[in-house]
């Protein structure tokens, strides 16, 4: 296990030994790609509003969480290769070899999103 591969992962493990950061990452992947407004993360775990924001912001520091304005809400979607590279570095530790993830082209990836914002926008509107 390379030494700079540990000393990446340093930040994210100490981001996720707190049970309400847990509990914030299980409900923003929960939500998918398309992602959770902050609002609804600390309605749904119940946590103070000053208390979340602190959260949210080590979790989106260590590149664990992915922060976008839409309007006046901050919608937080998991980085899924932040994720993957936790697990790689885990499994390793534990002598498994993950299998490695299927992705889409970045092309296909890109579209897919400004397919999602598209529709997102149009259900805004009653459309």
């Known amino acids: 296990m390379a030494d700079q591969t540990a000393q990446q992962q340093?930040?994210?493990?100490?981001?996720?030994a707190q049970a309400t950061r847990l509990e914030i990452l299980a409900r923003v992947a929960g939500a998918g790609a398309k992602g959770v407004a902050a609002g609804d993360i600390g309605r749904s775990i119940r946590c103070p509003a000053s208390t979340l924001s602190f959260h949210l912001k080590e979790l989106s520091r260590t590149g664990i969480l992915e922060a976008r304005?839409?309007?006046r809400f901050i919608i937080y979607s998991v980085q899924r290769d932040a994720l993957d590279g936790l697990a790689r570095f885990i499994a390793?530790?534990?002598?498994?070899?993950?299998?490695?993830?299927?992705?889409?082209?970045?092309?296909?990836?890109?579209?897919?999103?400004?397919?999602?914002?598209?529709?997102?926008?149009?259900?805004?509107?009653?459309?």
């Open 10 to 16: 340093v930040p994210i493990l100490a981001a996720l």
């Open 69 to 71: 304005p839409r309007g």
């Open 92 to 127: 390793g530790l534990a002598g498994v070899e993950p299998a490695p993830r299927a992705r889409k082209p970045p092309a296909a990836r890109s579209a897919g999103r400004r397919a999602a914002r598209d529709r997102a926008q149009l259900s805004m509107f009653g459309d």
